[in-house]
């Protein structure tokens, strides 16, 4: 299959994910100002859904190139072998963890164990390449991206924080420098393997920065869909799991977009700092909220 089919799908799972969303929406309409509400929301997704589309398209023109890697298209196969492998591996521990009850003190430290340990053991064998620089940007141009970047980033996570503090209280100040070290080590993870290995190979192998872009946003919202799955299917809970899918459906469209603004970015800056900030600040809010 090729990369433009890849992101044709991609794009229309993320279109029919939306609309299933609301259509899921429509069982809390129950008088005709309900009716004219949710056709409103219906019309503003579809703007904001434009919208995005056409920014993400501007936002990945142009031609610089940050980053090369060797063989790209074998490179996309074996990091693909790699997050699937660090999945699997996470997803069983994850599991044997649950069963002991001890999956919320455990979570993280095994997010962090597992997704630096496979990235480090594929390119420490050299079955995964690092790629190479060969472009830097501009001080000005860093600076500009990095206000922007940072700025939305900001918002968003603001947004997050006093939402999640108007259903949970604020965790201990004490606690905030092992959140933030968490968050530091987990955005730095996330960042090698999505946007430093991944989007750089894809963005050679499938000569389209567009479709770069997308299929690796599209894959890092993919990436957490399991974890946030899996409790319901380990305890065969149907009704659970239904209820779940619908509540995470809006939870994954977001985690897309947030993966296609850091791949954005990578693309736009080849900032490694820049990009593991961003990720950083943009899970601050609410880590400080629910914890890490």
Request: glycine residues 8%; contains cysteine; hydrophobic residues 55%.
């Amino acid at each position: 299959m090729s990369y433009r089919l890849l992101s044709q799908s991609a794009g229309i799972s993320l279109l029919a994910i939306t609309v299933w969303a609301l259509v899921s929406g429509l069982g809390s309409v129950q008088s005709g100002e309900d009716v004219l509400v949710f056709g409103l929301l219906c019309l503003a997704v579809a703007g904001l859904g434009g919208i995005m589309f056409l920014a993400l398209r501007w936002a990945t023109s142009g031609s610089a190139v940050y980053w090369r890697t060797r063989d790209a298209k074998r490179q996309v196969a074996r990091i693909l072998t790699m997050i699937i492998c660090a999945l699997v591996v996470q997803m069983a521990v994850t599991a044997y963890f649950d069963r002991q009850g001890r999956l919320g003190e455990t979570s993280a430290a095994v997010f962090l164990v597992i997704w630096t340990l496979f990235p480090a053991m594929f390119l420490g064998t050299r079955i995964v390449q690092w790629p190479s620089r060969v472009l830097s940007p501009s001080t000005f141009q860093l600076l500009i991206a990095g206000a922007i970047a940072l700025g939305i980033a900001t918002v968003q996570t603001s947004l997050g924080f006093f939402s999640a503090a108007s259903e949970a209280p604020i965790q201990p100040v004490s606690q905030w420098p092992l959140i933030l070290g968490s968050l530091v080590l987990g955005a730095a993870a996330e960042e090698v393997v999505w946007r430093v290995l991944l989007l750089t190979a894809l963005l050679q192998a499938s000569g389209s920065r567009f479709q770069a872009v997308l299929l690796s946003g599209v894959g890092f919202a993919l990436m957490h869909a399991p974890l946030a799955l899996m409790q319901p299917v380990l305890r065969a809970d149907w009704p659970m799991l239904h209820f779940a899918v619908n509540a995470y459906a809006p939870e994954f469209l977001m985690q897309a977009a947030v993966g296609c603004f850091l791949g954005v970015i990578w693309l736009r800056t080849g900032s490694i700092m820049l990009v593991v900030l961003t990720h950083t600040v943009l899970n601050l809010g609410p880590s400080l909220v629910l914890g890490v």
